[in-house]
């Protein structure tokens, strides 16, 4: 199906190929989980919000992608299929949600880049998005998974900013090593899959330093 961006230019799905720091880290092979290897971060997200809202841990979804269909062709009867489609706004992050009082918006990132985390996974209106969420209290990260080290990292948004500000200076990503000081290494469990708001426990606490 192609889909457009509201100003018309065509959407491509990307995935690219191209923080010892105040949280708490673990050896990376111990988040090596080999069941449903096949299963996309996204995946894994939806099934952990799942069970957050279950178990009344915390109340967060994916947000709905409103777009229009100009192009549909029904080879059966019963099935219609979507050949050409308009996004009608520019998206903002992934996902969004309340937890422990506090308002959530991340965005979800895979990379098979094993050095560094390119910034052009990212938007300038997503960005904006986040900064805006900030200055209203609102906690905000990106949760960013290596795939070929089988890593996965909570990131705060200040490490984004900060590189995503200095794109003039000629920065084009944020090095792995850097993610890895400053940022959360989520372990793999059975449940939640990923228990990323131990993460977000790490950011909230740190709002209340003084």
């Known amino acids: 199906m192609i889909k457009h961006y509201p100003n018309g230019v065509p959407f491509q799905e990307q995935f690219t190929a191209d923080h010892k720091s105040s949280f708490h880290t673990a050896p990376a092979h111990d988040n090596i989980i080999y069941g449903n290897r096949g299963m996309s971060l996204e995946q894994e997200i939806n099934l952990s919000n799942k069970y957050y809202l279950e178990s009344g841990i915390a109340v967060i979804h994916k947000k709905p992608i409103p777009i229009q269909i100009v192009d549909v062709c029904y080879p059966k009867r019963s099935a219609a299929v979507i050949k050409e489609a308009y996004f009608k706004q520019a998206s903002t992050t992934d996902y969004n949600g309340v937890y422990r009082g506090h308002y959530i918006d991340f965005e979800a990132k895979e ?32 949760i960013v998974k290596f795939v070929v080290r089988q890593e996965i990292y909570l990131m705060p948004s200040h490490l984004l900013f900060h590189y995503w500000d200095g794109r003039e200076k000629g920065r084009k990503s944020i090095p792995y090593e850097q993610i890895k000081q400053e940022s959360y290494l989520i372990n793999y469990h059975i449940n939640p899959r990923i228990p990323y708001l131990k993460g977000v426990d790490q950011l909230i606490n740190k709002l209340k330093m003084p």
């Open 111 to 142: 990379t098979r880049n094993r050095s560094s985390f390119p910034l052009n996974n990212f938007h300038d209106h997503q960005i904006k998005h986040m900064k805006a969420c900030e200055k209203q209290q609102g906690i905000c990260f990106t």
